[in-house]
């Protein structure tokens, strides 16, 4: 049995109607924090992008271990654009994190934060898979080393999340506890819907990169076939 | 506006900011694929039709 992929156009139509209810949810429903403030409606942004950005390096390695497990050359590119999403997620998670660092603690980074440093290595990381895919000649070589390389880096993700907790971290808030969130219920209905929006978007834009990376790679082809 | 406002501002702007430049990365690279879709068009209509069928 297959399963069919939803339409992008209605997957896009629902990720900007999620966004919609996400902006009303969180400056409309969720109330104000009482000890940080307005400044604590950051955490609806920062913490669902985090959790994407975490999603889709995943993401990356899963495809690179598919890649690995049956040499199926689509995963490359699934690879590839799911380490690029995942990138641009990094940058907005530590970019979000530091407004909220300014903001909440009066500095825009702070070395002594386990979760925060782990976050920066793990985007490092990925940033050289980057340097590494281009300094090899497109081909299986590249694929093979690409894929290990990505595969790799997953390690370090569930490093990453739960350095907060197995490490005495002061600094950085942890919300989720074993108690269940530390919120409200509106605040945590506004986050769960913020977080299913930025999940949605970031596949649709997955979606988008890939079909754009397909469509170069077969006019790549196409051209070679043609030109005398 | 206060200062918890301009920071929430700043953070909401860079995240709507980024999804923006993205989307005209991609008009950038969509132009550019359309470009070379219509040369490639061009290339294969140019070609005998022997060597069309041929493949």
Same mark, same amino acid.
């Given at each position: ?34 000890? +940080?403030?307005?400044? +604590? ?140 969130? +530390? ?46 | 506006? @206060? @200062? ?23 008009? *950038? ?7 070379? *879709? ?6 294969? !209509? ?5 060597? !069309?069928?041929?493949?």
């Amino acid at each position: 049995m297959s399963i069919t992929k939803p339409s992008l156009t209605v997957l896009a139509w629902g990720a900007a109607a999620l966004t919609t209810l996400a902006a009303v949810m969180i400056f409309a429903v969720a109330p104000e924090d009482a000890d +940080q403030g307005f400044s +604590q409606k950051i955490f609806y942004v920062h913490v669902p992008i985090a959790l994407t950005a975490y999603a889709c390096f995943g993401l990356g390695a899963w495809k690179a271990y598919r890649l690995l497990a049956t040499r199926g050359e689509r995963y490359d590119l699934e690879s590839y654009t799911g380490v690029h999403l995942g990138t641009i997620f990094g940058v907005l998670t530590l970019v979000t994190g530091a407004i909220w660092a300014k903001a909440s603690w009066g500095v825009w980074w702070t070395w002594s934060s386990n979760q925060l440093v782990l976050f920066l290595v793990l985007f490092l990381f990925y940033c050289a898979y980057f340097m590494l895919r281009f300094s090899v000649e497109p081909g299986a070589r590249r694929e093979r080393i690409s894929a290990v390389y990505a595969l790799f880096g997953v390690a370090l993700i569930p490093v990453s999340f739960f350095a907060i907790r197995l490490a005495n971290d002061f600094i950085h808030p942890t919300v989720f506890t074993r108690e269940g969130p +530390q919120m409200t219920g509106e605040m945590f209905a506004a986050f769960c819907v913020s977080w299913a929006s930025i999940t949605l978007l970031a596949y649709v834009m997955y979606r988008v990169e890939l079909a754009g990376k397909r469509i170069d790679a077969n006019l790549r082809d196409l051209r070679e076939a043609l030109q005398p | 506006m @206060s @200062s918890g406002e301009k920071y929430v501002a700043a953070a909401y702007g860079v995240f709507v900011v980024v999804v923006l430049v993205w989307v005209a990365i991609l008009a *950038t690279k969509l132009a550019r694929l359309e470009r070379e *879709t219509g040369e490639l068009a061009r290339l294969a !209509q140019a070609r005998p039709a022997g060597e !069309q069928a041929d493949g």
